[in-house]
């Protein structure tokens, strides 16, 4: 069987992720709240009235409109794939080459590694500079250097919550022949979207996501926004069902609801701040600003804090020590009972009482 397989995919460590069975789960960027029940009512309504057995809009025509009227963005610049895992595996399937070279920093988005790896492509991941702030200029020169094909700008970033400037975006889109894509799925915790470069730019892809904000990780509803040309090619790769109707008939409740929905994002930024004030207090933590749901930091004791926290029976994400990198942990901003439990936890590991 080995000398079927693919060499690059051979190498390649199966992305798997921690079943939710959990009392609290602050690991992967979740929203804590659920969609609420009334919007739910609406979607038992609208499945009901819904033809199961006929396969689903190919080109989600009443979910592009949502996006259009969300975003302001042109019916032929949107393309919907299932989370934007499927729109970076599209993009890589219509973009790159075996042997040609991905560019991003580095920590961030995991998945712009994996797609690399498994188009056979080379993924040159410039280092951050201390602070964890991205090395635009490496990104730059390494993407000029190498001919790359892709420059990722994931904005919030994940894992560290840094943002970009608008002037480092400007810059990168000036300055590279690449592909950029701009990953947003964390923009409406921050707000300011670089939608409005589209039209300047014809190499911009802006990636979001339904999955965070939105608290629909369930229903796995992603989108691209860019130019037509870029669209259009991105199309020639897209399955011809990939989005089932569940989804699509949700994702539109949603995104025609979006003013009730991101309510929480007020509780959830006031939340983070809380957190983050009490974490300064606590000795040898290392913490970054964020721009996201989420707070990065660094610390010996990451993986006392891992463990304190599963005995608890709460799931946190753990980063493991690197050469570069010392132990990290990324904490998702939960309900604000959760996230003192959390603390609370927290706390007793670094003052050696856990």
Not at 25 to 47: G, H, T
Request: proline residues 6%.
């Amino acid at each position: 069987m080995e000398s079927l397989i693919r060499k690059n995919i051979q190498q390649l460590n199966a992305y798997k992720v921690d079943a939710p069975q959990f009392e609290i789960i602050v690991n992967a960027n979740e929203s804590p709240y659920d969609f609420p029940m009334q919007l739910k009512r609406k979607f038992c309504d609208e499945i009901c009235n819904t033809d199961l057995n006929r396969y689903p809009e190919a080109c989600f025509p009443e979910l592009i409109t949502a996006i259009i009227d969300y975003t302001g963005v042109p019916g032929e610049g949107v393309i919907c794939g299932s989370g934007s895992d499927e729109l970076i595996a599209m993009i890589n399937q219509a973009f790159v080459d075996p042997g040609d070279v991905v560019v991003s920093h580095s920590p961030s988005f995991a998945m712009y590694d994996i797609w690399a790896t498994i188009a056979n492509a080379r993924h040159i991941m410039v280092p951050d500079l201390p602070g964890h702030i991205p090395d635009v200029a490496g990104m730059i020169a390494a993407a000029n250097e190498n001919q790359a094909k892709l420059l990722y700008i994931c904005n919030p970033n994940n894992p560290t919550g840094y943002i970009f400037s608008r002037a480092d975006i400007i810059k990168m889109l000036d300055s590279v022949p690449a592909l950029v894509v701009l990953d947003e799925a964390y923009i409406e915790f921050f707000g300011e979207s670089g939608v409005d470069l589209l039209e300047k730019y014809p190499r911009l892809l802006i990636l979001r996501t339904l999955s965070k904000a939105f608290g629909l990780a369930g229903i796995r509803c992603g989108y691209a926004l860019g130019n037509k040309d870029v669209i259009d090619i991105l199309y020639k790769v897209k399955g011809p069902y990939n989005l089932n109707v569940l989804t699509q008939k949700l994702a539109v409740i949603a995104l025609k609801n979006h003013a009730a929905i991101l309510k929480n994002l007020t509780i959830l930024k006031e939340e983070r701040q809380k957190v983050m004030r009490v974490l300064e207090t606590f000795p040898s933590l290392t913490l970054y600003p964020s721009g996201a749901n989420f707070i990065y930091f660094e610390t010996e004791r990451a993986e006392a804090i891992y463990q304190a926290l599963l005995k608890r029976n709460i799931l946190i994400k753990r980063f493991i020590e690197s050469d570069s990198t010392p132990g990290s942990i990324r904490f998702s901003i939960g309900k604000p009972q959760e996230n003192q439990k959390v603390l609370d936890i927290i706390k007793e590991v670094v003052y050696n009482e856990a």
